[in-house]
């Protein structure tokens, strides 16, 4: 994945004089600012710039330390990724019990399929460790004996393994504002569901509840909203009138694990944009990817009324259809 642009990610407690001494720095700097945004979540300031340091007066070090001077001053933790920064990038995993989809990730880093590094998988159990130390690849537990996350590890961790993307493999539990607030658009998750449907807890619970014919699985971005991150890949199946919810899940967690699998590749390919929260595939490549479901489902579902002979039915609204003789 490469970048064109110089990222400047600012998280902490909102100060009105902050947002102006960094941009009179990059003014000073010849640095021009190309986007700027905002936002603000349980106390929590976060502020993404998105800068031209082609023509930068000073190196890239000393602007880093610059910034990082700043920061300080203000109480506030400054992130800089400059684009040569994304050229190899580095996985951080984190799981709870299951382990179907980081078999899957591991399998493609091994097979060179993956196209990037997992350095570290990261849990709030102990359960996975054997598989992670198995596959050569370093585990740390910050969870405690309930499970809840020591977040200031998890984000000490993130940092000392340079991370680039954080991969939420089965991973039970909310990130909080610090944690999305510094790795924005850079943390994907997979949910059990075909999201907007059943957010949160027990999703194939939800599905058997609520009678569905179809259910899902959604890989995505990951927000501040619960669960409602730009949506990258969806898979669908069928749910039999029997079905338990075991059942349901089993049917689920093999997709769970291909469209996790697809929607990291399409990120680390640099092969997805969002626009307006919603994800558009870069087409101006070879990129052969299944975002939702199989090509083959268009045939089956056609766009307009058919008649006995299969053929289109004429509307005379566009015109367009085959007139039924």
């Known amino acids: 994945m490469t970048r064109e642009l110089t990222e400047i990610t600012v998280v902490g407690d909102d100060d ?14 010849g640095i021009d600012i190309v ?3 905002q936002a603000v979540r349980d106390e929590t300031f976060r502020m993404t710039m998105r800068v031209d340091a082609s023509e930068a007066e000073i190196t890239r070090v000393t602007l880093r330390e610059e910034l990082h001077e700043l920061g300080d001053e203000f109480g506030v933790d400054v992130q800089v990724l400059f684009p040569s920064d994304c050229e190899n990038q580095s996985v951080a995993v984190l799981v709870t019990k299951e382990s179907h989809c980081l078999e899957a990730l591991l399998d493609a880093r091994d097979s ?3 196209g990037a590094d997992i350095d570290v998988v990261i849990g709030n159990h102990d359960d996975l460790r054997p598989l992670a130390a198995a596959r050569d690849v370093p585990f740390h537990d910050i969870g405690d004996e309930n499970g809840n996350p020591d977040e200031e590890e998890l984000l000490d961790l993130l940092a000392e393994y340079d991370v680039d993307l954080v991969v939420l493999a089965r991973y039970i539990r909310i990130l909080s504002p610090e944690v999305v607030f510094r790795y924005e658009s850079r943390i994907i998750n997979v949910h059990p569901s075909l999201l907007p449907a059943f957010p949160g807890a027990a999703a194939y619970r939800q599905a058997k509840e609520e009678g569905v014919r179809i259910a899902g699985v959604t890989a995505h971005y990951v927000t501040t909203d619960l669960d409602q991150g730009p949506i990258i890949a969806q898979r669908a199946f069928n749910v039999p009138d029997d079905a338990s919810v075991d059942e349901i899940k089993a049917r689920g967690q093999p997709l769970e694990a291909e469209a996790l699998l697809e929607a990291v590749q399409l990120h680390l390919d640099d092969a997805i944009a969002v626009q307006r929260g919603r994800t ?30 299969g053929e289109f039915v004429a509307d005379e609204r566009d015109g367009t259809a085959v007139a039924d003789d």
């Not at 087409?283 to 009324?305: I, T």
């Open 16 to 29: 009105s004089g902050l947002i102006a001494d960094i941009t009179s720095l990059l003014f000073e700097r």
């Open 112 to 114: 060179g399929e993956l």
């Open 35 to 37: 986007d700027l945004d």
């Open 280 to 309: 558009t595939l870069d087409n101006s490549g070879e990129v052969d990817a299944q975002l939702g479901a199989p090509g083959e489902l268009d045939q089956l579902n056609p766009s307009r009324p058919i008649d006995s002979r």
